[in-house]
């Protein structure tokens, strides 16, 4: 199992670094392909509890909202919308052929459209702002650094459940040791990439950043807990040799996407 998650890793790593580093139609296509693969693996969670998503219109919707929103941002909400109409016509007229939880399904739907078509496009978003490849090297590392520390703190030193019936393994212990590590992190993130020509971030505004992001990404994780508890199922997918699958991998950063895109140009742009 740590083999092909090593594997795995050192694959995913070779596939997204350039992506991240050149930017442009390279990032655009590494994170829509992952948002266009997290809706399939929504619609099949929701499959495994008794619902039937459009996987056409959740798929297909979640790379256009990306799309759109990247390339095309003033049609964003028209796009929104007419994914919204069309999820409606395609449950009703789905609910007429004698599927009684189609409304439900249109809910389904319509929560994957949302939250990953709208949600994830803020990665794109936060990779296009001006000085976009630091900005993004500071957020998300902060996530990934939070994460790592409050698994290690967490079983090292962790006795009180975060989140007994989400996620039993979790631990306020591990969950504090990630916002610290998460917040001097991107302290020091932010005066390593000062120093190489990054935005003019001071160490104590790149830690406001790295707290704010690590107190509130473990949020995504315990989201994607509740869909997978709720339907019964360990893993979004098995996409990815000994990670699981795509939603899995990318449920903290949705949130780190969208908060830091935020955060970044509420206050430090």
């Known amino acids: 199992m740590l083999i092909k998650r090593t594997l795995a890793a050192l694959v995913l790593a070779v596939i997204g670094i350039p992506a991240i580093i050149f930017g442009g139609i ?17 619609g099949r969670i929701f499959r495994a509890s008794g619902f039937n998503a459009s996987d056409p219109l959740l798929v297909g919707g979640v790379v256009l909202l990306a799309t759109v929103r990247a390339y095309y941002p003033d049609l964003a909400p028209a796009a929104l919308a007419l994914l919204i109409l069309a999820a409606m016509t395609w449950h009703l007229v789905a609910y007429e052929r004698g599927r009684d939880l189609a409304a439900t399904d249109f809910t389904v739907t319509l929560g994957g459209l949302v939250y990953l078509g709208w949600i994830g496009a803020y990665l794109i978003e936060l990779r296009n702002l001006p000085d976009g490849l630091w900005w993004l090297l500071l957020a998300l590392p902060s996530v990934w650094l939070a994460d790592t520390a409050a698994y290690f703190v967490g079983v090292r030193f962790g006795k009180h459940r975060l989140s007994p019936r989400l996620s039993p393994k979790k631990t306020w212990e591990g969950y504090w040791g990630g916002v610290f590590f998460g917040a001097l992190g991107a302290a020091g993130l932010a005066v390593l990439w000062r120093s190489l020509g990054g935005p003019a971030v001071t160490w104590w505004q790149g830690a406001a950043l790295g707290a704010a992001l690590s107190i509130l990404t473990t949020l995504g994780d315990l989201g994607e807990s509740m869909l997978k508890r709720q339907a019964g199922v360990k893993d979004s997918s098995h996409i990815i040799p000994g990670h699981g699958g ?24």
């Open 26 to 42: 390279y990032f655009f296509a590494l994170i829509t392909l992952l948002l266009g693969i997290a809706a399939w693996e929504f």
């Open 246 to 269: 795509v939603l899995d991998r990318i449920d903290s950063w949705l949130w780190g996407g969208v908060l830091g895109y935020f955060f970044i140009i509420w206050f430090l742009l």
